[in-house]
């Protein structure tokens, strides 16, 4: 419970021998003397030995019986040291914990249909706080991916389609599309169309408003993403400016 077994073989020999230099301890514990002496002096650290010089040599002994007790006491006091910084410590996880968190993008997960509505109205949101001008909206689907769940952008995004046509706001589609493989880019700005666009199982969008980009991907379980990242939607607004 006190000491490893080593320790506890150095410690009795040196309490029943001492005084003793290192090289008569190893000796005698069979124990190579380096590591013997690094053990003597974890010991004397203990408070459990004490050392001292003759003739230019260090020898180890026990000074009394009550080493046990001086030992208990430091620990009592180191682990009373501790106890005393903990709050401090404390603060500094939560700082740290804090910066951490401020350096990673805000996500929000939204999930089944009611899920998307709450997106779509979020995109509403977006607007009406910070003003913009512009939503672009990227898609991707092909004809093989359709399902008998099909059904088009209107009825999810009905609410940010009647909120563009009323503030004449601009709405960008770029619609990646083909038959089997996704081979052909278009790009409109005609609000019609984007209400028309069937959604389509396996079919992916992406809206770039401000600094936000709105991920939407429709399977079984349609889910979305909403990533505040001014690089992230940095790096969006300049690639969908080539369509």
């Known amino acids: 419970m006190w000491l490893g077994e080593s320790q506890s073989h150095c410690f009795l020999y040196v309490y ?3 005084p003793k230099p290192a090289s008569s301890i ?3 514990i069979n124990i190579e003397r380096t590591a013997t002496y690094k053990m003597l002096e974890v010991l004397v650290k203990k408070w459990l030995l004490s050392e001292s010089i003759s003739k230019w040599v260090k020898q180890f002994f026990v000074s009394d019986e009550s080493a046990f007790d001086r030992m208990v006491q ?4 180191v682990l ?5 910084k903990l709050p401090d410590i404390h603060t500094l996880l939560q700082t740290m914990s804090t910066f951490r968190d401020s350096q990673m993008p805000p996500i929000q997960f939204f999930e089944w249909t009611d899920g998307i509505y709450m997106l779509f109205d979020d995109i509403v949101k977006e ?8 939503i672009i909206c990227f898609m991707s689907q092909t004809l093989d991916a359709h399902s008998l769940f099909d059904t088009t952008m209107w009825v999810y995004a009905k609410q940010l389609i009647t909120f563009i046509q009323k503030n004449s706001l601009s709405l960008k589609t770029i619609l990646w599309q083909w038959i089997s493989i996704l081979e052909q880019i278009d790009s409109t700005y005609d609000i019609e169309m984007f209400s028309s666009i069937q959604i389509w199982s396996g079919s992916v969008n992406f809206f770039i408003v401000g600094e936000c980009v709105y991920i939407l991907i429709h399977n079984k379980v349609a889910f979305g993403q909403k990533i505040r990242s001014n690089q992230l939607a940095q790096v969006f607004h300049y690639f969908f400016s080539l369509y």
């Open 16 to 18: 029943a021998y001492w």
């Open 26 to 28: 190893a000796k005698a």
């Open 127 to 134: 607007f009406q706080s910070w003003k913009y001008r512009e």
């Open 74 to 77: 430091k620990e009592e006091s």
């Open 80 to 84: 009373s040291y501790k106890k005393s």
